[in-house]
């Protein structure tokens, strides 16, 4: 009696090893089903994008007319200077990666915006695009060039710059493109948003 007992005991044990190794299994596979977790990434944008925003505002994620908080709010990263009629940013030009926004900027290729309240109203929006060199800064002229015709109409040629003017909300509004490269060792445009209206 007292063998079958211990017989029994190993069944039972080796029973219950198994049920442990096969519950083991089972959690393990459920768990392996779980999709990974999910990571925010951003999508690449085009340098246009990059510089201009997608086209829903005037500029980027701004209006003119709104005021220095709506503005700081609508960039993503704080302010490099403020000052009570003038906010401004350097930011790096990265296309694959248009969030990182406070990543090392690169001295060769980068742009600066400053934004220029009057009354604490946005009137006027500089962008200056530097670029290593002045045939980059030649492609990149002539794809804002046709961007801003195929948005605005045909431009005038001014005495060293394209402007284009519109109406939004009633508003007049101009847009400025020149090509400062001469005069400096580099690449570099200027674009000007601005608007006597506010």
């Known amino acids: 009696m007292k063998i079958r007992q ?24 459920c768990h ?7 990571t925010k ?21 701004t209006s003119l007319g709104e005021d220095p908080k709506t503005v700081i709010k609508s960039e993503k990263k704080s302010p490099d ?4 009629n003038y906010v401004s940013y350097t930011m790096p030009m990265d296309t694959l990666h248009p969030d990182s926004v406070n990543a090392d900027i690169d001295s060769l290729n980068y742009y600066t915006i400053a934004y220029n309240f009057d009354q604490q109203k946005l009137n006027e929006v500089d962008e200056d695009i530097f670029l290593a060199t002045d045939s980059a800064a030649s492609i990149l002229l002539n794809r804002l060039t046709e961007y801003f015709s195929n948005k605005y109409g045909d431009g005038a040629q001014g005495s060293d710059s394209m402007v284009w003017s519109f109406t939004r909300k009633g508003k007049k509004m101009t847009v400025s493109l020149s090509d400062q490269s001469e005069e400096y060792d580099y690449g570099k445009i200027s674009l000007v948003f601005y608007s006597e209206d506010y």
């Open 6 to 29: 211990a017989g029994n005991s190993r069944s039972l044990l080796t029973l219950n090893v198994l049920s442990v190794i096969i519950l083991g299994f089972i959690l393990q596979s």
């Open 32 to 38: 392996n089903n779980n999709p990974p977790p999910v």
């Open 41 to 61: 990434t951003t999508k690449p944008v085009s340098l246009i994008e990059l510089l201009i925003g997608n086209g829903d505002h005037p500029f980027r994620n």
């Open 81 to 84: 200077e403020t000052d009570t």
